[in-house]
């Protein structure tokens, strides 16, 4: 049981420490990308800038006097000679002055290549109709060498391959993307006289990158790599970079990769996302750069190094999982001791299942709680008790039909002999009679006395069978009651005395009837076969175990709506605890000398079924060692229903 | 001359057994004293001092059992044969009275009830070593 708690809390651990992971996962990317978006912006700012100035330089040396008295005067030596001082002071490039029809009157850096038309050029072009431009623009190689010397040379780059990037089948370019601006001259009355256009070389031109990484990540560093970096493409050649090589050069001459290729170059749109940029994880946002005309020429990119922010999850994760196990070895050991604490009480139960399994019923098992195990323990005892309870009536039940059996079997015993006294009484008598001549022979004085005799016996085995019949007819609830006026004494009492005699007078007893003349007119409504069978068994258990040289009393009483009659006789009597048992089946009392005595076993039985038919009682009283009574009543008068069960 | 006859006392709590036995043993020439109760039996045994006795196990207050391990054990009596007579069969062996039959009967022979007179005339002339 305890290891499903254990299983719930960690697989509710493990389902926090994703969910933890992801949600760290989405914040912490999401703040990079909105930082490098913002980045992005800012570099955006310092290129502009930058493209500003070139054109500021351009429009303020524009506007100088020299320039246009050179232009109205075809003396341009000294205006050569300015041009190229403020070209030098501002750190342009190319600084180059053409007539109002766009051909080349000085040009700074060549100073002897003059002449050409540049009135085609996109800037010149749009400066020549009064307008000021500034604008990126790509500088064919031919157009770089016309310029000047060193600046084909430093826009030529071989293409290096890098991972990631889109296949292609150039090798080098040569050509350059410059900042450039072009600006009208006027004279006073605003006539064109020319135009003056500058440009600061991208290509190898560190300025704007390292701006922006000093102005947006002001050099910031992790593990000796800057974290900010930017850089200029040209087309997907990276021309002007911080980003470094392996070898910790800048890495120009290499290319884009090909998603943002398709991204940017192609599409038009700014990319922000995780990029693999030459040989790190950037959080990069890349935005296309466009000339004059709108042309997508190249790509402005910042980026920061993944690593930091790999470095800053992972320590967000780990003191989250800190955490998380922390959390969890609290909840599991709450639910081992909760855990105990309910599966102790069940493996006690189980136990004490175990136990009585076996037949061993153990004492109650101990409630702890009142909640649904200790309802189930409470159910449990109670159970056991039940159970217990049962198998206890059950052994009870058994022995009392072990004992029934062995009753049945001693009352076999007790059948056979009673049957062999009479038998054998008969049987001797026979044998004397048949074998005339031997020396047992009966003589002829002996025979009257022995038929006698021999008759009685028949009686006595006549009387048994009749015991037994009235048991059958008892138990399987034949017994019928013919109920006839009777004259108790005479019909009853007498025959019975007068039956019991010869057994009385052995044992020196004698009878005495109480208020014998009121008895002699006494009549009741009974069955008067029956009535003798309850007086006969009466009066034969009196002799049997009366006292020698005793005495038994018969009598009678008016007690209300019945009769009661009774035979009382002295002897040893029947202990308290004993006088209900007595009238059950195949019981006998042991005497005092621990001796069974002789009977059906049925006649305290039977007679009592008998009175009860007659809606009368049965009972005894007795006082120990002085006598016994059984008393028994009969209703008065002509009972309602004998009619019906005639 | 006459021989004495042999004095046999009979002891049985049922009158008409005793009366049969008594009517059977006298018309076969021995002198039969009658007892209905063991001990009863035990002092008709004392004052008549019989060469036989036949003895009946099943009795109110002391039975057979009972009566014939004290005569045996009474000196006196000791010495006079008992003849033991019972109704219990073979067929009821496993009941309490037949295990103290086997155990406890130190009768010097049993017969079974009912009597077959000839074999207990046979019985009491062995026991009286004729």
């Known amino acids: 049981m305890a290891i499903f708690f254990l299983i719930v809390v960690l697989v509710s651990g493990a389902i926090s420490t994703t969910v933890g992971i992801h949600l760290i996962n989405n914040h ?9 978006r913002h980045d992005l912006a800012s570099a955006w700012m310092v290129y502009d800038e930058e493209l500003n100035d070139v054109k500021d330089i351009v429009q303020v040396t524009s506007e100088r006097f020299f320039l246009k008295n050179a232009l109205i005067t075809g003396e341009q030596s000294i205006a050569r000679r300015e041009l190229e001082r403020v070209r030098k002071t501002y750190d342009l490039d190319i600084l180059t002055l053409t007539d109002k029809k766009g051909l080349v009157i000085a040009r700074t850096r060549n100073p002897y290549n003059v002449g050409d038309d540049q009135s085609n050029d996109d800037l010149v072009s749009r400066a020549l109709k009064r307008e000021i431009v500034a604008a990126t623009q790509i500088v064919p190689v031919e157009q770089l060498k016309l310029e000047g010397d060193g600046l084909a040379e430093k826009a030529y780059c071989v293409l290096r391959s890098t991972p990631r990037t889109k296949p292609t089948l150039k090798k080098y370019q ?26 600061a070389l991208l290509n190898r031109n560190y300025e704007i990158v390292d701006r922006i990484k000093n102005v947006v990540y002001k050099g910031e560093q992790y593990e000796g790599k800057d974290i900010g970096t930017a850089t200029i493409f040209q087309w997907d050649v990276r021309i002007s970079t911080n980003v470094t090589g392996l070898n910790g050069n800048r890495a120009i001459e290499t290319r884009v990769s090909e998603e943002v290729y398709d991204e940017v170059l192609e599409n038009g749109k700014s990319w922000i996302d995780r990029a693999f940029v030459v040989n790190d994880w950037y959080i990069t946002s890349y935005e296309p750069i466009k000339d004059v005309n709108d042309k997508i020429i190249g790509i402005l990119y910042v980026g920061i190094l993944e690593q930091p922010y790999l470095y800053m999850k992972k320590n967000v994760m780990w003191s989250m999982i800190k955490y998380l196990i922390v959390a969890v070895v609290v909840a599991m050991t709450i639910t081992f001791f909760l855990g105990r604490a309910i599966t102790k009480p069940i493996l006690n139960l189980v136990r004490a299942t175990d136990q009585i399994s076996r037949g061993h019923f153990p004492s109650e098992v101990k409630i702890t709680s009142k909640d649904e195990i200790g309802r189930l323990s409470e159910s449990f005892n109670s159970m056991s008790r039940r159970l217990k309870q049962t198998l206890d009536e059950k052994d009870i039940v058994n022995q009392s039909l072990k004992g029934l059996n062995t009753r049945y079997l001693e009352l076999l015993g007790f059948v056979t002999h009673e049957l062999m006294q009479p038998l054998g009484v008969l049987k001797g008598y026979l044998i004397m009679m048949r074998d005339v001549g031997s020396v047992i022979a009966l003589k002829p004085g002996q025979q009257k006395q022995a038929v006698s005799t021999m008759l009685r016996n028949v009686d006595v085995l006549i009387n048994m069978s009749q015991t037994y019949l009235q048991l059958s007819k008892i138990e399987s609830g034949e017994l019928e009651i013919d109920r006839q006026k009777v004259n108790v004494y005479k019909d009853i009492i007498v025959p019975v005395m007068k039956d019991e005699k010869p057994q009385s007078t052995m044992r020196n007893i004698s009878f005495e009837v109480e208020n014998e003349e009121e008895f002699k007119e006494l009549e009741v409504w009974a069955d008067p076969i029956m009535l003798r069978i309850v007086y006969n068994n009466l ?3 009196a002799i049997k175990y009366g006292r020698k040289g005793g005495k038994i009393s018969l009598g009678f009483k008016n007690e209300g709506d019945f009769y009661q009659f009774n035979v009382k006789n002295e002897g040893e009597g029947i202990p308290q605890d004993k006088l209900e048992t007595i009238f059950e089946k195949f019981v006998r009392l042991e005497g005092k000398s621990g001796r069974k005595h002789r009977g059906t076993g049925l006649g305290l039985f039977n007679t009592r079924e008998i009175i009860k038919k007659h809606h009368g009682q049965l009972w005894a009283e007795s006082v120990e060692g002085e006598w016994v009574n059984f008393i028994f009543t009969l209703p008065k008068g002509q009972p309602t229903y004998v009619a019906e069960s005639k | 001359m006459e021989e004495k006859k042999a004095k046999i006392l009979v002891v049985d709590d049922e009158p008409d057994m005793v009366k049969m036995l008594k009517t059977m043993l006298e018309n076969a020439s021995y002198e039969v004293v009658a007892a209905y109760e063991g001990e009863e039996g035990i002092k008709k045994a004392k004052e008549e001092k019989p060469d036989v006795i036949v003895l009946d196990l099943m009795m109110p ?3 057979g059992f009972e009566a014939c391990k004290e005569m045996k054990n009474d000196p006196e009596l000791a010495g006079i044969p008992v003849l033991v007579l019972t109704a219990i069969s073979q067929h009821f062996a496993h009941t309490r009275y037949a295990k103290s039959l086997g155990l406890e009967l130190e009768s010097e022979d049993y017969i079974d009830k009912p009597v077959d ?10 026991l009286l070593g004729k």
């Open chain 1, 539 to 541: 009066v034969t258990n």
């Open chain 2, 117 to 126: 007179p000839n074999l207990l005339l046979k019985r009491i002339a062995t």
């Open chain 1, 28 to 36: 912490i990317i999401q703040r990079a990308q909105n930082q490098v």
């Open chain 2, 61 to 63: 207050v002391m039975d």
């Open chain 1, 174 to 199: 040569t050509s350059g993307m410059m900042l450039k601006s072009a600006v009208p001259i006027e004279d006073d009355n605003k006539n064109l006289l020319g135009t003056l256009y500058g440009g």
